[in-house]
């Protein structure tokens, strides 16, 4: 059991690595990964020109439970508004323009990850 838990774990973070060098390849600002407030987490946070942009990153080594983006449920985006408000006030940003972004990251065996970008996700 703790093996799977590492291993979750290990496709998480390679994953998140891979959705970080892709927004970067697209001129995103990374500001902030693993941001935690509220028992909760975004994983990326950055900019889009002088959009701030909340990234939920989903990977999954296949298909045969859906595509990774389907697991962002309706609760996954209320704790993930709520984490950015928290953010928007900690770092008084005030009214400034931001989104939910989605990243799904197929990784499968040794081939390349395939990434999906889904901007202003929900």
Do not use: N, W
């Amino acid at each position: 059991m703790e093996d799977r838990k590492k291993d979750r774990l290990t496709l998480g973070k390679a994953g998140e690595d891979a959705a970080a060098r892709f927004l970067r390849k697209k001129r995103f600002k990374i500001l902030e990964r693993g941001f935690r407030l509220f028992r909760g987490e975004i994983d990326i946070i950055a900019l889009d020109r002088k959009t701030l942009v909340f990234v939920e990153v989903k990977t999954r080594s296949g298909e045969s439970y859906g595509y990774p983006e389907e697991s962002v449920t309706y609760a996954k985006q209320s704790q993930l508004r709520k984490i950015a408000e928290g953010y928007i006030q900690k770092k008084r940003l005030g009214d400034c323009p931001c989104r939910f972004d989605a990243v799904s990251v197929l990784i499968e065996g040794q081939s390349r990850p395939r990434i999906r970008h889904i901007e202003d996700a929900f």
